[in-house]
Every structure is written in C-alpha cells, then in structure tokens.
C-alpha cells in the first residue's frame, strides 16, 4: 500500500497525517507547549525512594515528579544478575535521596501520572538505536528488529554491523527494521552519529547541578522523517516553507536518499482541508464508526482500558443471519485496527465482536484482526477470545491517545457522560433549603439556579417551593442565572 504523509506546521503546532487507500491511517500531534518528553535525557535527582513499590521517584524539573522502577534501574554486571540488570538487590541499596542520576523519559506523563524513566539510556538514529551502556568485555551486544524475519538476513547483518563497529566500543545497538537495505556507509554514518551524540551529552552531564535537561529528542517532523519514511512512502509533503528547509537539511545531512521524497507544499487552500484529514480528525473524536456495510463500532476509552463494541446496525445482509455478523465482523477488523493507530489508544484493549456460532468464522476474524494489525508500527499483542467472547489484546502505549491531546473532560458533566435532571437538581435544591433554615438565621432564601430548574421550580414544582416556605417560616424567591450548568445552583441568604 503506497503511503503519503502530509505535515501541517504553525508555530503553535505540529500536526501529521499518514494517508493509505484513500484514507488518513494516522494521525500525530505535537504542540509547542505540551511536548512529548519520550526520549529526552536528564540529569535528576532522586527524590523518593519507596521500598514498599520497590521504585523512586526522581526529580528531573518537570511540573510533577518522575517515577522510576527497580526494573528500569540499569547496573553494570558486577552488580547484579547475568543480564547486567539490577537481579534481586532491593532498590533502597541501589539508591539513596539526593543521589544525581543519568535518567531518560520512556513514557510520557499521562493523566495524574507522572513520567517514566530509565537508566538504560538508548539513543535512536534512522537505522540503529544505540544503548551505551549495554555491554560486555570486548564484545559489544548488538540485538535485531523483530520486523526482520528472515534468520539468513538477521545473522548477515549483525556481521556486517561488528565489521563497522571500532575495537573499543562498548556500548549496544539494535538494528531496526530501516537497516534491513541499508548500504554500508550509510550503517557508518549512523555509528559515527549516534557515538558522537552520546559523548556530546555525556561531556554536558559532567560536574552539572541537577534537575537539568541533557538532550530533547528530535521534533515530531525530524521524527517522522526518522521512523516512518519506508519504501511504501511515495512523498512527504510539508506546508511551511521555513520548517520544509529544515527537513530538506535534515534529509541531505543523515539520510539523502529521502530528499527526493520531500515537497513543498504552496497551494491557496489548506493542506489538510485538501486532502480531507479535518474530517477525519473531528471522527477519529466521535465515540461511534460507522462501517460502509452500516454496522458500526461504539469505541469508550477509560482509565483502566479501552472498549470496542461492534454492530450490525443498518447492515441486514443478503443470505443469512450468521453471514450477516461474518462480513460485520470481517470489516470491523480491519475498521478497528485503523482506528488503534488513528486514535493512538494503548494499554488494555477489549472487542466484542458480534456473537458468531461458528469455530471456523471465529478463528478466520481473529485472523483477519491480527493482519490488520501487522501494520502497526507500535507493539500489537493479541491475546485471543476469552471465556466471555471477547477478543482482549494490549497495545503499547507511550504517549496520550489523541482524545487525551484535543479534548478535555466536559465540564458541565465532568467527563461522566451524562447530567442529573433538572428534577434531580430541583429535589436537591429543597433538601438543601432545610438544611441552611435550620442551621442559619435568615430573614430570606434566595436560590440562583439554571434556567430549566428555575422554570420547574416556578412551574410544576411551585406547589413543593410554597409547602417548604411555610415550613420553615421564611419566603423563597427564584433567581435564574443564564450562565449556570444544569446541575449548579447557589442559596444565597437575603
């Protein structure tokens, strides 16, 4: 499938779409005042250490503290177990309060929780990931992308990678899937890149006062030009003259052969509105999909996990019902596997496909969810149907899902997804109006409410307003308040 990625660029921000059959497949955004932080480098201090968790939680000037785990701790070998990680030593030996530390972001802050680190730092270029300090004596441990299948090719390249690496490295690399065609200058340049930069950051974490930021990983659009730019992108079109320069810099100094792929976007109407991606961005936020069969999908994202419903809704088939539920289920596949990567959503995934009789058609839609998937550039795992039918499947999540980025909770319902009624409110209202008689002096009661529990209160509930005024020897006037929620009020004493 040939892909395109159109990059929107104001300075306020940064905004990527990847278009394939005739669809938007992804969509990425980065604004200038919440930038990702996955990546980054810092020089902290630890804050916590909390033994019960077995983690800390290290200060690396960020507006809440990072969390760190015992398993994110990094040791050289003589420390720990065979691996070279931190094995059975408690946390609280490994680390004291105060103590500077050499950490990076591997997950940015999502919700009330604050970043995750690690001491296993690893630098990303184009075709390598370079981990300095995973290594062993005179043999530098150098891992492949599980995306390359091929065992023949695997083993070639790691030979072809120790052949370039000098006598002394130490350090780790890991090939990604980019490295499978890539010539041998091109692998040189990599090395030679990423040791540089890491010697770089190295020297500036020296004798420095923490909390201090060390490196910020590329910009969305360095990114992307970085990590998704394969062979089945046909053209990167960039809407902003100054940052399209920067990328076509870019391009020429650390990966030429994608300069040619680079345009220049200078047509009157917007790029986005062009290509139809606002669309798609104001459905990727809708809690329903609707399928061109007309069944649909009802997608509701939580704390905890993410579930997908699937029905037939319009969609009645032409030869039976069970035929019917296939071809939904069929199509539902791959619907959702696109909206994952629209809507970036991560962690616990739920799907109740609609219920099927049969072995064979459920085991042919888990297949066909599972292709779907493979072209997923985050880490896809499938778990199967459970005892209750659901298929239940993980996917990576490292950053806030693109709800979480253009949308906050409502505030008049707080994110619940519904409001009392207005006769809720109103039967609220008079038990708080004998609270406040008994307990305050008063020669009036005045309640400041909505419209529509203003009208019920005069209208249908005047009857209970004048039994309740005479019970507690006091008048009750309504004011209405246009600006109030349905839900808010105020009882004002007069």
């Known amino acids: 499938m040939s892909e395109e990625i159109l990059v929107n660029v104001t300075p306020q921000e940064t905004r990527v779409a990847v278009l394939g059959a005739g669809q938007v497949q992804e969509l990425l955004v980065e604004r200038a005042a919440s930038r990702g932080l996955v990546g980054n480098i ?83 270029g184009r075709l390598l990931v370079y981990l300095p300090a995973l290594s062993t004596e005179n043999n530098p441990h150098i891992g492949i992308s599980q995306r390359i299948e091929d065992e023949a090719g695997r083993a070639q390249l790691r030979e072809r990678l120790k052949e370039l690496l000098p006598p002394e490295e130490k350090g780790g690399f890991i090939l990604r899937t980019l490295a499978e065609g890539a010539s041998e200058a091109e692998l040189r340049a990599d090395v030679e890149y990423l040791r540089a930069l890491w010697r770089d950051i190295r020297q500036r974490s020296l004798g420095v006062e923490p909390p201090l930021a060390l490196y910020q990983d590329l910009s969305l659009a360095e990114r992307v030009l970085r990590d998704m730019v394969t062979a089945e992108v046909a053209a990167v079109r960039v809407d902003s003259r100054e940052n399209f320069q920067r990328l076509a810099a870019f391009a020429e100094a650390y990966m030429p052969q994608l300069r040619p792929r680079l345009e220049h976007y200078t047509g009157e109407r917007p790029l986005f509105e062009l290509c139809n991606v606002e669309p798609e961005i104001e459905k990727a936020l809708a809690r329903r999909v609707d399928l061109k069969s007309g069944g649909t999908l009802v997608i509701d994202q939580t704390e905890a996990l993410t579930t997908i419903d699937v029905n037939t809704g319009g969609y009645v088939g032409s030869r039976s019902f069970d035929d019917t539920v296939y071809k939904t289920n069929l199509e539902a596949a791959h619907a959702i596997a696109r909206q994952l990567r629209l809507r970036n959503l991560g962690g616990i995934i739920l799907i109740d496909f609609i219920d099927m009789q049969s072995e064979e058609h459920r085991a042919a839609v888990l297949e066909e ?16 149907f459970t005892a209750l039918g659901l298929v239940e499947m993980t996917r990576k999540r490292t950053r806030e899902s693109l709800a979480h980025v253009l949308c906050e909770p409502c505030p008049v319902c707080e994110g619940r997804g519904a409001v009392k009624t207005a006769r809720t409110v109103c039967y609220e209202i008079l038990r708080e109006l004998l609270r406040e008689a008994r307990a305050f002096p008063a020669r009036e009661f005045r309640v400041l409410a909505s419209p529509a529990v203003s009208d019920l209160l005069l209208e249908e509930e005047s009857p209970a307003l004048a039994m309740l005024s005479g019970f507690i020897g006091k008048p009750v006037s309504v004011q209405v308040e246009t600006g109030y929620t349905q839900e808010q009020y105020d009882i004002v004493l007069m």
């Open 42 to 124: 810092y020089m902290g201090r630890v804050a916590r250490v909390l033994p019960g968790m077995q983690s800390a939680f290290v200060d690396v000037g960020l507006e809440r503290a990072a969390f760190l785990h015992v398993a994110d701790l990094w040791e050289p070998r003589r420390a720990g177990g065979a691996d070279g990680t931190a094995g059975a030593r408690p946390i609280e030996r490994l680390l004291a309060e105060g103590q500077p530390l050499l950490v990076q972001v591997v997950k940015d802050p999502i919700g009330t929780k604050g970043a995750r680190l690690s001491t296993q730092i690893s630098i990303a």
């Open 369 to 384: 969810l599972k292709r779907a998937l493979a072209r997923d550039r985050t880490r896809v795992s499938v778990n199967g």
